[in-house]
């Protein structure tokens, strides 16, 4: 990997160059990255990003809950920005109450269309700006 950086972002600036290449993720190495409450306490892993196919970011972490030898999951669609990652535990933290992301949005076995109106319903769950999937 080259030590030349081309991002000469804030967030880029801030960090050491040496630290940069641990501030990106392979998609297919997020699947099972545990989650934790603010508190500390287990909650679950990630199951996946959604992505937006323009911008290129996460918009969602859809979140795996429960579940025992492989029944009984549900799976909790959360706004990107309601997640943060602790690096000394390696995992990503929930920034809400626990019962509020369980009463929220979710499926057990198929998951839904995710389009404008599933979209919005999560938004407004949330209380978070609704994103529109029709922009680029």
């Known amino acids: 990997m080259s030590d030349a950086i081309s991002d000469t972002s804030d967030t880029a600036a801030a ?14 190495k997020i699947d099972g990255t545990k989650v934790a409450t603010r508190d500390g306490d287990s ?3 990630v199951y996946s990003f959604m992505i937006n196919k323009r911008t290129g970011g996460a918009t969602y972490a859809v979140l795996r809950l429960g579940g ?8 909790y669609p959360l706004p990107f ?5 602790d690096p000394a535990t ?3 933290v929930v920034t809400i ?10 499926w057990a076995n198929n998951p839904p269309e995710f389009n404008q109106a ?5 938004s407004n769950y949330y209380g978070v700006a609704p994103v529109d999937l029709s922009l680029s």
Do not use: H, Q
């Open 15 to 28: 960090v050491p160059a040496a630290d940069l290449p641990n501030l990106l993720i392979a998609s297919n």
């Open 43 to 45: 909650l679950g892993s």
């Open 68 to 75: 025992f030898l492989g029944m009984g999951k549900s799976y």
């Open 81 to 85: 920005e309601m997640l943060s990652y």
């Open 90 to 92: 390696d995992r990503y």
């Open 97 to 106: 109450d626990r019962r509020l992301l369980e009463g929220g949005p979710s």
């Open 118 to 122: 599933y979209a919005d319903r999560v």
